[in-house]
């Protein structure tokens, strides 16, 4: 399963961040068309990177559990 995620690279003319946008995940999940969640932004200044960083991170980052996280959390509480 596909989940958000943020990448930085350094790109010819400054710095590319990549990004698996979560609306298109869900509307990927809910549908028969897949379109590629993979979109990327172009920055100058690493400054710019930072700011973008700063407005976008909590939209693009994994939620904090997901399958994995909750079946390795109930196995190590003993729960299963």
Do not use: H
Not at 23 to 33: L, Q, T, V
Not at 35 to 45: E, N, Q
Request: glycine content about 4%; overall charge negative.
């Amino acid at each position: 399963m596909d989940k958000p995620s943020i990448m930085i690279e350094r790109a010819e003319n400054g710095f590319e961040v990549e990004v698996k946008d979560p609306d298109i995940i869900e509307k990927n999940n809910n549908s028969d068309r897949w379109r590629d969640p993979c979109v990327s932004f172009v920055f100058k200044t690493l400054e710019e990177v930072q700011t973008f960083l700063t407005e976008n991170a909590e939209k693009y980052m994994a939620a904090k559990t997901d399958a994995y996280a909750e079946g390795f959390n109930k196995a190590t509480k003993g729960d299963m």
